[in-house]
């Protein structure tokens, strides 16, 4: 009998495994590819300058006429920001996703000038034929509405990808995740699970997004200031809560933030928030109204230098300016990276004598992921044969695989992602199986890709140091300094107060110049290397700091 | 009877009162100043290429003749740092100190160069009469030995200046803090508290030093793996019980980390540390034990990304590398803005099978700062009539003034302190009273100073968008471009894959400078600045990129 190569199916790591953001796996078989999630990551501090990163596309551009589906979990800006990017390469793929989703990744394309994309709507418990595969949207909770689960069936057996997820009994304006489904699927059986690893350390059950209704209660109640509530634009069900609190207690309610009044205005149009009649007030209006009648509803609850709230706070803010009438609560928690920017809005807000509440010492906040109890509830109902945790820095991803393993999935059937990493699932195993291209590409402005490492270098050099730029004018005929140097400096040292200096510096590469005329040297190539180490070695030992020098040197005859 | 002036303490805020770091404090009467520590603050994530944040000392230096002294609480850099700075304006100032904080000045101003300080020793208990003033130093417990309050008898009353403490009973290798003699003094009367505000927000007490103990003795029972501590460099009490732990398991012990290994000298020379015979080896001789006979301290609990605990973890470090043969703690907390930099160690050292312990997940740090039920001990102790808590975030100061409000001290009483505040004490009152030039001043390099915002604002654009430079000579008098304009950037985008981009920026200089011409433009000055407006726009117009611009236009004559 010979023997036939099994068929298997690649799972391709594009970005998000290691560290949050820039989720983007694609799910391979034979000619088809789908995609889940296309997010971007926000640059590392040392990304100087760079505004957004995406995932690297190549793998797909080199098997484009496989790619059948763009499938998205939910609309943070880890799952769908680098869906425009996507688009630009790939504007015939279709992209499935829930309502307000969608919603969200039409604005965003649209401000892309991405025109005639395939954007098609999915409710939970729809099922696409995607070439090879089956796919099926589940329902699940998480901190914005319409978040799924996504059933992946393939020839060597099906795989859930639980997209980010809470288990929410008692979620506001949405059904609780759909257990039932999960279980039912691993009832008949599920080959892998891809699961949400954010919260893996964390013990026990996250809290019901409706337990904060109490919370808001006991602030709301008696509460004679105005009321400003920082949190994430996109929780639109926290929002809801608001709103529904102020209606109680007789507050209106006002919105600033620009990302803050876009979320509110798509989830009032799709229909996820239910806004009761006139309780909306203009911002401008605020001041109508005492204290004790309005909440403001805003952005910057991470402490964002150009925030609303930020604003508010130092009082750079058009219209609010925040002071001992306002109690502010920070209805959010630290993401990490983070904890100064906002520390510094919490000192400024005491320092004018306003409140504050914070997670820290109030329930103001709960997450949007499943802690360990709900993860080993996922594994109880699914019992893979395979288990990949996903979504979640390193540390994160070992704990969710130690979890896995406790709870059954023997340990050679587990393994950890990387980005780039290739993993082949067949009916009988789950093995890495090389890379591809992938990992970071930073878009930065209107160009993609075109800052790499040497000039992020250069710009962290020139962060540190500075630099000194001298321009001048040699005759190498008759070897002599034919335009005087002349010094620039930007970065460096205050030239105003150091007129001395960059009167030093030029006289250095005067000297330079004519040292090496002495020594016959009358090739400008190496006058100029010469020059540039020259100011380099005095610029070092005046100032102790290495700018970069720039040598602007022309052969002009007299 | 004619009135006369009521005598007035002035108590001078120069730094470290809202955000940690750069504590330094003026106490003034008549003719007398003596000034409470002196130190750094680290750079903010904006002071780019800022290497240290030192207090501004103006006002010292605008009354010098009334300089008596300057007293050091403990040998933190936020309370030492600045040591140096001050001593190169006051050379002839002395400084008390205890013995292992003077021990590790000394090794400070050595460093710069600077010689025949007048260091004098003291001890817990010594009175010294400096002016007007008389000083007491008290023992307290710190996250470092040798740590004290300050007792200041005024012409006013009695100021007790609490320095960083906690309250431990049962210390490593020192004495409790020294409630006795603080209750004493506040049985004769305390005008003012000055007090420790870090952990104002915090309920409780904060743990013992030695109950690490138990800790350490469960980690290192049945150990096998190599172990290797992260923690402060200063905290000898630490590096004791892991030395006393790896004796107790049959370890043997190596340092690595310049501060760690300078501590550790000093420690030992000043005979603060208890290490048995023969139980330190060189790092060197570490492969030539197995595993579980050697334990490993380092520097780098905080992610720094060059200490000994980054580079092990990258396989950067010349000696060790780490693996699943290693168990690394962190026996340390994250100072906040740090949290980014220790999960990326963690997440290193999970791939390379590593494990790690760190507070978050077992009791292996304690704080060095009182928790509430700590500071209400210092206030029922004390009873001041006046209060100002000092040393913590602004959130954390009126935390702490509200907890002091409690225990009795009138709000009137209360004076928050920020860096520049003078405040007056006189037998009756304690009330803020003006300003004096005060604040950060920013070391970089060897200038100390010469760093300033317009300096700072060209660094940030420079981290951002880089720079484009142009040179080009023109012949006003024939209105003409005699030599051709030249292009050069750094940190703008990558040279080597835009060359048609550098060229394009060439052609629009040339385009500008001839179009200027046709104008009638023969002024040097205005076409240099229209040069500089026009590639500005044509490069935002093409990268959306905002570059610094320097033009190097001369004058050539044809």
């Known amino acids: 009998m010979a023997k036939t190569k099994k068929p298997k199916v690649k799972i391709v790591f594009l970005g998000g495994v290691d560290g949050i953001g820039m989720n983007c796996t694609a799910f391979e078989y034979a000619n088809d590819i789908i995609i889940v999630d296309c997010g971007v990551a926000f640059p590392e501090d040392d990304m100087l300058g760079v505004d957004l990163v995406i995932p690297d596309f190549s793998y797909l551009e080199n098997n484009a006429e496989k790619v059948r589906a763009l499938l998205i979990t939910h609309g943070h800006e880890d799952h769908i920001g680098a869906v425009p990017f996507f688009l630009q390469k790939f504007p015939n793929i279709p992209v499935f996703a829930t309502r307000l989703t969608l919603g969200i990744i039409d604005g965003k394309i649209s401000e892309h000038g991405i025109r005639n994309a395939r954007l098609h709507e999915?409710?939970?418990?729809?099922?696409?034929?995607?070439?090879?595969?089956?796919?099926?949207?589940?329902?699940?909770?998480?901190?914005?509405?319409?978040?799924?689960?996504?059933c992946i069936q393939t020839p060597c057996g099906r795989i859930l990808h639980t997209g980010d997820f809470k288990v929410d009994y008692t979620p506001v304006g949405e059904r609780p995740i759909d257990l039932a489904r999960i279980?039912?699927?691993?009832?008949?059986?599920?080959?892998?699970?891809?699961c949400d690893s954010t919260n893996a350390e964390r013990p026990g059950y996250t809290p019901s997004e409706s337990s904060l209704a109490v919370s808001f209660d006991r602030i709301f109640n008696n509460e004679t200031r105005r009321i400003v509530i920082a949190t994430f634009s996109s929780n639109v069900h926290r929002v809801q809560q608001i709103i529904n609190a102020s209606e109680k207690f007789g507050r209106k309610v006002a919105i600033t933030g620009r990302s803050m009044?876009?979320?509110?205005?798509?989830?009032?149009?799709?229909?996820?928030?239910?806004?009761?009649?006139?309780?909306?007030?203009?911002?401008?209006?605020?001041?109508?109204?005492?204290?004790?009648?309005?909440?403001?509803?805003?952005?910057?609850?991470?402490?964002?230098?150009?925030?609303?709230?930020?604003r508010m706070a130092f009082g750079e803010h058009n219209q609010l300016a925040l002071s001992s009438n306002d109690l502010v609560v920070l209805s959010s928690s630290a993401i990490p990276g983070n904890e100064k920017l906002i520390t510094k809005i919490i000192n400024e807000l005491f320092k004018r004598g306003t409140d504050v509440i914070t997670y820290s010492n109030y329930d103001v906040h709960v997450s949007g992921h499943a802690c360990r109890e709900e993860l080993k509830l996922m594994q109880a109902l699914t019992q893979p044969e395979f288990f990949m945790p996903v979504h979640g820095e390193y540390k994160h991803l070992i704990a969710h695989a130690e979890l896995a393993n406790e709870m059954g999935v023997p340990e050679c059937n587990i393994v950890i992602p990387e980005n780039g990493r290739v993993v082949e699932m067949s009916k009988r195993s789950l093995k890495p199986a090389g890379n591809v291209e992938a990992g970071a590409v930073m878009v930065d402005g209107s160009g993609i890709g075109e800052v790499n490492g040497a000039v992020l270098r250069e710009r962290k050099r020139l962060s540190e140091d500075g630099v000194i730029i001298v321009s001048a004018g040699v005759d190498t005929e008759y070897m002599c300094i034919s335009i005087p140097p002349e010094v620039a400096t930007r970065g460096f040292i205050y030239e105003k107060e150091n007129e001395e200096l960059i009167g030093k510096i030029a006289e250095s590469a005067h000297n330079s110049l004519m040292r090496n005329f002495a020594k016959g040297i009358d090739n400008i190539n190496v006058l100029r290397t010469r020059l540039r180490d020259d100011i380099a070695e005095y610029a070092r030992r005046r100032t102790k700091h290495r700018p970069m020098i720039v040598v602007m040197l022309n052969e002009v005859r007299l």
Do not use: W
């Open 122 to 150: 999915v409710h939970a418990g729809d099922v696409l034929n995607l070439g090879v595969f089956q796919t099926e949207f589940i329902n699940v909770n998480h901190s914005m509405p319409d978040a799924c689960a996504i």
């Open 183 to 194: 279980a039912e699927l691993g009832r008949k059986g599920i080959r892998l699970l891809l």
């Open 261 to 310: 009044q876009n979320f509110f205005n798509a989830a009032v149009k799709l229909g996820y928030l239910d806004v009761p009649e006139d309780i909306m007030i203009d911002l401008t209006d605020v001041k109508k109204y005492p204290p004790e009648r309005v909440t403001v509803v805003t952005t910057g609850s991470q402490g964002e230098p150009m925030s609303a709230l930020y």
